[in-house]
């Protein structure tokens, strides 16, 4: 019925609409007007036409529905800890991230009563260590416990190595051999303020050193029993995000099958700290809530939220049961767990997913021409690429064309943050010698911020 329905009306091609649309500017330019340039040298349109593409799409193999909500701890206490998880997942969560800082932390002790048969576990390491994953092995060593270990992403924010390169490579492939396990971390590109191919193409690229160094190390059952996994920041521009998402998947489908690796992918998505602000904080749980959406709708597996108050106040109770609160209302009562990709399909978010996935992979290919992730890391193009971008971002910021609403557009004078501060909210510059230049996270708003909180009474 809907079929002969259509039929009674005459089908519009894209020309037709443009035409149109250029009638009804009376005179005024289209490309000038209505065509608008992102920092990804993206043009965006003002609508999008199903004759302007050739292939047919392709249905996400991973399905948007099954995303867990994830608690992100920190583990300074194991007992405080310990009970920390237990409590989330009593509230809601489906996943635990445990951050571990040193190898005085007991596993065992961690994870005790949780039930990791229906609670997927996530194990960052701050060290690097064969011998205390050995300790743990047995405990580790179970479907739902993921191990994150990256010496490249530890060398790239750190400044240096573990230990050595050489070493750090040598305790790397025997974790790897016991966990089946590679960890990539692309938030810290976002957070240092790389735009979106640059995010894509380093986190490709950096998966290739992996890849490249395995290559001839691991048998083929291995490599296709290998999980990678994926950390990766979200911003506020909500299509962009969620084609970001989408694109990661594309290319990382393209290099692992080069490699004969386990195409499939893990990605754990947290909301980005760039574009979070000390004063109007309130302001923190609408970016977060948009940036959750865009992860969901992307396609992440797991999803951590971040608290609207992480960056001024230790952990506590209050900031951490409202992020996960978000994503609580997100799946059971907004039903984001419902719609399976509902993105497919959608002519914006395609052209933005080839358009985004082409032009990480000639990024991709001009850094492999050259060298290499590692080689340009150490020689600081990776370093002045990516402040580069974070600087045109700020100028952005500066001059008001990029807007963080209560920061610099509609901020409130009356607004006093000097006696909230449990944490020192901007960039740490501790003198230290390093390897290679580190890649410094920081926020569009901190110089505003540190002008207003010198201004206070």
């Not at 259509?6 to 209505?34: C, H, M, P, R």
């Not at 040193?102 to 596993?107: A, L």
């Not at 949780?114 to 260590?129: A, K, M, R």
């Not at 948009?290 to 797991?302: D, F, H, P, Q, Y």
């Amino acid at each position: 019925m809907s079929k002969l329905l259509f039929n009674e009306f005459d089908a519009v091609t894209s020309k037709q609409w443009k035409q149109k649309i250029q009638f009804d500017l009376k005179g005024a330019d289209y490309n000038d007007t209505l065509i608008w340039k992102t920092n990804e040298d993206i043009d965006v349109k003002p609508f999008y036409h199903i004759d302007e593409f050739k292939d047919s799409f392709k249905v996400s193999k991973t399905k948007a529905t099954q995303w867990n909500i994830c608690q992100s701890i920190f583990v300074a206490d194991v007992k405080k800890s310990n009970k920390k998880a237990l409590n989330a997942i009593e509230r809601g969560a489906e996943s635990i991230k445990f951050i571990i800082p040193n190898e005085t932390v007991s596993i065992q002790d961690l994870i005790e009563n949780i039930d990791t048969s229906s609670n997927s576990l996530y194990f960052e390491f701050q060290f690097l260590s064969e011998k205390y994953i050995n300790q743990f092995f047995g405990i580790l060593n179970k479907e739902n416990i993921y191990i994150q270990t990256d010496i490249i992403g530890n060398l790239a924010k750190s400044g240096n190595w573990f230990s050595t390169l050489q070493n750090d490579h040598v305790e790397f492939e025997s974790i790897v051999n016991k966990t089946n396990t590679i960890s990539v971390d692309m938030a810290l590109y976002q957070n240092a303020g790389a735009n979106m191919v640059q995010q894509l193409a380093y986190g490709l690229s950096q998966a290739n050193e992996y890849l490249n160094h395995f290559d001839a190390i691991l048998s083929k059952e291995k490599k296709e029993s290998t999980r990678v996994i994926f950390n990766v920041a979200v911003g506020t521009n909500y299509f962009f995000e969620i084609a970001k998402l989408k694109a990661l998947r594309i290319l990382w489908e393209t290099l692992a099958t080069e490699y004969g690796f386990n195409t499939e992918c893990l990605i754990i998505a947290i909301p980005t700290k760039r574009n979070k602000t000390l004063y109007d904080y309130n302001t923190n749980l609408l970016r977060t809530t948009t940036e959750c959406m865009s992860a969901i709708l992307g396609g992440a597996n797991t999803i951590c939220n971040l608290p609207y108050d992480a960056i001024y106040h230790k952990d506590n109770e209050f900031g951490e049961r409202i992020a996960r609160n978000q994503l609580l209302v997100l799946k059971h009562e907004s039903y984001f767990d419902k719609v399976n990709n509902p993105s497919d399909g959608a002519y914006y978010i395609e052209t933005l997913t080839k358009q985004l996935a082409e032009k990480s992979l000639e990024l991709f290919k001009n850094i492999e021409a050259n060298s290499g992730f590692l080689k340009q890391l150490k020689e600081g193009t990776i370093q002045r690429k990516i402040k580069e971008s974070a600087e045109k971002g700020q100028k952005q910021f500066d001059e008001g064309k990029h807007i963080l609403l209560g920061s610099n557009k509609y901020p409130n004078p009356n607004d006093k943050m000097k006696h909230e501060l449990e944490l020192y909210p901007f960039v740490k510059t501790n003198q230290r010698k390093t390897l290679i230049e580190p890649i410094i996270e920081k926020r569009l708003a901190e110089k505003l911020e540190q002008e207003r909180l010198k201004n206070e009474d």
